[in-house]
């Protein structure tokens, strides 16, 4: 998620330049898998008990504000007094040797791909420290280099209204930056990686942290931060769900900008600059004025 370029010349569109620092590009693919096996592993310690609560503490007779349960024939996903019926997907689906499971998520989303608590929270845990410790050393090496006072810290005509609306609707028709442009970060990224490196990461680490008895006993106040073990509980599955759609949104943003020449720049590090298209007009006015510079 990090971009480091060389503007010491002016690049043109349709040349081929360097984008990504080796560091980067295996901090992604690191935190990636990493991602990818905490959430899938997560899904399965959840269907050990498939229902989330708010305070402190929470079991079957309790009024849960979210559950995953089935009724009859019938899976069913329910949020507060608001009823989903998810047969075949969640609450009640089809083993692969067709055998009816009833737990909240199917095999093909968990690891392991069997029930089994004991080894949901060993991939769980390994994969957290391979997430925390390149997490660490990302932003370590971020401000170190001031890749995130450079590249990621929004200027003040950024934050303006007119400016991110005008950024909203450009990628609400398809209109990407070209050409050196392309190297740059717009205002809805910087916002969006800040808001995951600095609020969504560092929330979901405390509220793991917190539904661990032994945490609790070391940093009591973890508690009283998140209101209890049961709410820090709902906390870190919503941001999961928040870093879920966040990765959708960067994966349709890939697809659409060009997934041959996103995929290939954070695998070689090198970037082809997109050309300008006849009709299309600057995403931003500023980027065009520094252009002509």
Same mark, same amino acid.
């Given at each position: 998620?990090?971009?480091?370029e060389?503007?010491?010349?002016?690049?043109?569109?349709?040349?081929?330049?360097?984008?990504?620092?080796?560091?980067?590009?295996?901090?992604?693919?690191?935190?990636?898998i990493?991602?990818?096996?905490l959430?899938?592993s997560?899904?399965?310690i959840?269907?050990?008990?498939?229902?989330?609560?708010?305070?402190?503490?929470?079991?079957?007779?309790?009024?849960?504000?979210?559950?995953?349960?089935?009724?009859?024939?019938?899976?069913?996903?329910?949020?507060?007094?608001?009823?989903?019926?998810?047969?075949?997907?969640?609450?009640?689906?089809?083993?692969?040797?067709?055998?009816?499971?009833?737990?909240?998520?199917?095999h093909?989303?968990?690891?392991?791909?069997?029930?089994?608590?004991?080894?949901?929270?060993?991939?769980?845990?390994f994969?957290?420290?391979?997430?925390?410790?390149s997490?660490?050393?990302?932003?370590?090496?971020?401000?170190?280099?001031?890749?995130?006072?450079?590249?990621?810290?929004?200027s003040?005509?950024?934050?303006?209204?007119?400016?991110?609306?005008?950024?909203?609707a450009?990628?609400a028709?398809?209109?990407?930056?070209?050409?050196?442009?392309?190297?740059k970060?717009?205002?809805?990224?910087?916002?969006?990686?800040?808001?995951?490196? #600095?609020?969504?990461?560092? &929330? +979901? =680490? %405390?509220?793991?942290?917190?539904?661990?008895? $032994?945490?609790?006993? @070391?940093? !009591?106040?973890?508690?009283?931060?998140?209101?209890?073990?049961?709410?820090?509980?709902?906390?870190? #599955?919503?941001?999961?769900? &928040? +870093? =879920? %759609?966040?990765?959708?949104?960067?994966?349709? $943003?890939?697809?659409? @900008?060009? !997934?041959?020449?996103?995929?290939?720049?954070?695998?070689?590090?090198?970037?082809?600059?997109?050309?300008?298209?006849g009709?299309a007009?600057?995403?931003?006015?500023?980027?065009?004025?520094?252009?002509?510079?």
């Open positions: 998620m990090a971009i480091e060389d503007m010491a010349a002016e690049p043109q569109p349709g040349a081929l330049v360097k984008r990504h620092r080796i560091s980067t590009r295996l901090w992604h693919w690191t935190n990636a990493a991602i990818i096996v959430l899938m997560g899904l399965s959840f269907n050990a008990h498939p229902r989330l609560y708010w305070g402190s503490y929470g079991a079957n007779p309790d009024t849960p504000w979210l559950q995953i349960s089935n009724e009859g024939n019938r899976g069913y996903l329910q949020i507060g007094e608001t009823q989903i019926t998810t047969t075949g997907v969640l609450g009640r689906w089809r083993e692969p040797d067709g055998d009816i499971s009833t737990r909240a998520f199917p093909w989303a968990t690891i392991p791909g069997y029930y089994s608590l004991a080894a949901g929270r060993l991939w769980h845990f994969f957290a420290w391979i997430f925390v410790l997490g660490l050393a990302y932003w370590a090496w971020s401000f170190g280099n001031r890749h995130i006072q450079r590249d990621l810290k929004p003040r005509k950024e934050l303006s209204p007119k400016h991110i609306w005008n950024d909203i450009s990628h028709r398809l209109r990407f930056p070209t050409g050196a442009a392309a190297l970060y717009n205002i809805l990224q910087k916002l969006s990686y800040l808001i995951v490196l #600095f609020v969504l990461l560092p &929330l +979901i =680490v %405390l509220t793991g942290l917190t539904m661990s008895p $032994m945490m609790d006993t @070391a940093w !009591p106040w973890l508690l009283d931060l998140f209101g209890g073990r049961q709410s820090a509980r709902s906390i870190h #599955f919503i941001v999961a769900f &928040l +870093i =879920v %759609l966040f990765i959708v949104v960067h994966l349709a $943003m890939v697809v659409l @900008a060009g !997934p041959f020449n996103e995929v290939r720049s954070m695998i070689t590090g090198k970037f082809r600059l997109p050309k300008a298209r009709d007009r600057p995403l931003r006015p500023e980027f065009a004025e520094e252009q002509a510079q």
